[in-house]
């Protein structure tokens, strides 16, 4: 039994050393690449929900903005977009303010209004047009 504690134990200091390891030298690609911008459309919602997929919001708080592995719901939090997102809030959300497109703070906060209203758009690939939107 004591062989088996130790050969865990080692296991577990291995797999926490190598990736302690990666993560110093290992860069966060979305917060260290300038953002793709497109040409927006006429529907900043649509180009909020783009700016959310691109930015990876989806990671934190889901797919749909209702609560993910990390971030709270975005349900009814519109009006903080602009405080948060270039800023980033203490607790893990890092601060976009240099990965941010011309309007996409605007575009954010229509796209976060829409959520819960079942009216929001939900496309995933950011970089697609899409029904309706001209190609990118």
Not at 30 to 35: C, E, F, N, Q
Not at 84 to 101: D, E, F, H, I, T
């Amino acid at each position: 039994m004591r062989i088996l504690q130790n050969i865990v134990s080692t296991a577990w200091g291995l797999l926490l050393l190598a990736g302690g390891v990666g993560a110093v030298h290992a860069a966060d690609p979305i917060l260290t690449t300038t953002p793709t911008c497109v040409t927006p459309t006429n529907d900043m919602a649509v180009e909020g929900r783009r700016a959310y997929m691109r930015m990876n919001c989806y990671s934190c708080h889901g797919s749909n903005g209702h609560n993910g592995i990390m971030g709270p719901s975005l349900v009814g939090k519109a009006g903080s977009v602009k405080g948060a997102v270039p800023a980033g809030r203490s607790g893990g959300m890092p601060s976009y303010k240099n990965k941010l497109c011309a309007n996409d703070l605007a575009n954010l906060s229509a796209y976060i209004q829409l959520l819960g209203t079942g009216t929001e758009p939900d496309f995933v690939n950011w970089w697609e047009p899409g029904p309706g939107l001209p190609s990118r």
